[in-house]
């Protein structure tokens, strides 16, 4: 696997010393946080003068080894602004690790949901936008399409100026343009997964925008994508929720209070209708990246959605997703 990476030129291949020395033997009060498939711990390079985020990889994770090889080989070749840089890479001593540039203010998540001083809406837009830009350069802009899997408010990180950077590839799926999706394991984050890829397994272009429509949602209201709200005595999910005061007319109650009057109406309804229509439980009824940004950008009409979330229509596997195929990150406390 060493000799495959080290081919051409691209992220720096580190000894698993200079990545304990970064990080001070992996020590508790460097830790960043804890992935699907490991720690994430922070590092600094005094030679470089240069701070970065260090993921190892679990030593118990199967999957995980995986995920390093998908996610060396497919982020070294992808540049974007808003894609999290691979620095590096180290597999030594049966040790998977990943050097990413760090990013001072956190992931989204912490800033939505956290004990953080709450986001202006300026800066909630620019992420969404970003966000969005991220997503069309892995669809539509590189060479080939690659879909993420896994977008979730912990995986969007921000840079000292909040500027959007979208990590975790390690659930990467490349696919050539012209042919469809080739993965049965479902493998990501529940409260962002379409409904379609819960059932089939099937990852695509689609998918991936039903998630950036949950996150959109959570931009806007603040609330989690697993949390459940009370609505006339039932128990309503985030998507559902939103629908339903869409449905009523009174789309902005579901914006997050934090904000009170320093926002944009015009941009939270935007911001609001086109989260739905990215979760459409419909498949075939959601926008691509590209018309989602369309829309948000004020450069077409809102889509016309119906005033009551449509029940899902695809098809069943033919064949049952077994347990051990179906792996699935189940971690609904803080969403990572």
């Known amino acids: 696997m060493n000799d495959d990476l080290e081919r051409g030129a691209g992220p720096r291949r580190f000894t698993y010393k200079e990545l304990e020395l970064a990080t001070n033997n ?28 260090v993921k190892k990889i679990s030593r118990g994770s199967r999957q995980g080894k995986k995920e390093y090889v998908t996610e060396v080989k497919v982020i070294s070749q992808l540049r974007h602004r808003n894609l999290v840089k691979l620095l590096g890479w180290c597999h030594d001593k ?12 956190g992931s989204l998540d912490s800033h939505l949901f956290g004990k953080r001083t709450p986001l202006p809406w300026i800066v909630r837009h620019k992420i969404a936008l970003g966000l969005a830009s991220g997503v069309l350069y892995l669809h539509e802009e590189w060479e080939r399409c690659v879909v993420h899997r896994d977008i ?3 995986n969007v990180m921000l840079d000292s100026s909040f500027n959007v950077k979208l990590g975790d590839f390690g659930l990467a799926k490349l696919m050539d343009h012209e042919i469809g999706p080739q993965t049965t394991v479902v493998a990501g984050t529940l409260g962002y997964m379409a409904p379609e890829y819960i059932s089939t397994g099937k990852t695509s272009k689609e998918s991936d925008v039903y998630s950036f429509g949950v996150v959109a949602l959570e931009i806007a209201t603040g609330k989690k994508a697993v949390q459940v709200m009370k609505e006339q005595g039932e128990d309503k999910g985030l998507i559902d929720w939103v629908w339903d005061h869409y449905g009523r007319g009174e789309l902005l109650v579901t914006m997050d209070e ?28 959601r926008p691509s990246i590209v018309q989602a940004i369309q829309v948000l950008n004020f450069e077409v009409a809102l889509p016309n959605l119906p005033p009551k979330k449509p029940v899902a229509t695809y098809l069943a596997p033919a064949t049952p997703i077994s347990s051990e195929e179906a792996s699935i990150t189940t971690s609904l406390e803080n969403g990572r």
């Open 94 to 105: 049966g040790e998977f690790l990943l050097v990413y540039e760090f990013m001072p203010n």
């Open 152 to 154: 979730k408010s912990s």
């Open 26 to 53: 992996f020590s508790k009060d460097r830790k960043l946080g804890q992935g699907g498939f490991g720690a994430v711990f922070k590092g600094y390079f005094a030679d470089l003068d240069l701070q970065v985020a």
């Open 258 to 285: 934090n904000l009170q009057k320093d926002f944009d109406e015009k941009q939270v309804e935007f911001l609001l209708i086109v989260g739905l229509w990215c979760a459409h439980p419909d498949v075939s009824l």
